[in-house]
């Protein structure tokens, strides 16, 4: 049986609790809930880190929230004017 891998920072604590948090989120639209999650579950399959999953959802919810649009919907201009 394989041991766990030591988790310093607890990240698969983090990892969980970002998870709910993105469900509840009153911030993002459901179709961009399930695209992020979408997302996840692509780069889990793909064999991405726990704690560059933690990242990237940390990102995603935040970014998400503050277009206030559909992923599928934002543009080019869109993206400028939130990193400006």
């Known amino acids: 049986m394989k041991t766990p891998a030591f988790d310093p920072h607890n990240t698969a604590t983090d990892l969980t609790r970002t998870l709910e948090i993105l469900k509840e989120d009153p911030n993002l639209s459901e179709q961009n809930k399930k695209t992020i999650l979408r997302f996840y579950e692509a780069c889990g399959a793909e064999g991405l880190k726990p704690i560059h999953l933690l990242r990237l959802l940390q990102l ?13 919907k934002v543009t080019r201009s869109d993206v400028q004017k939130y990193l400006a």
């Open 60 to 72: 995603l919810r935040l970014t998400g929230g503050s277009l206030k649009k559909s992923f599928d």
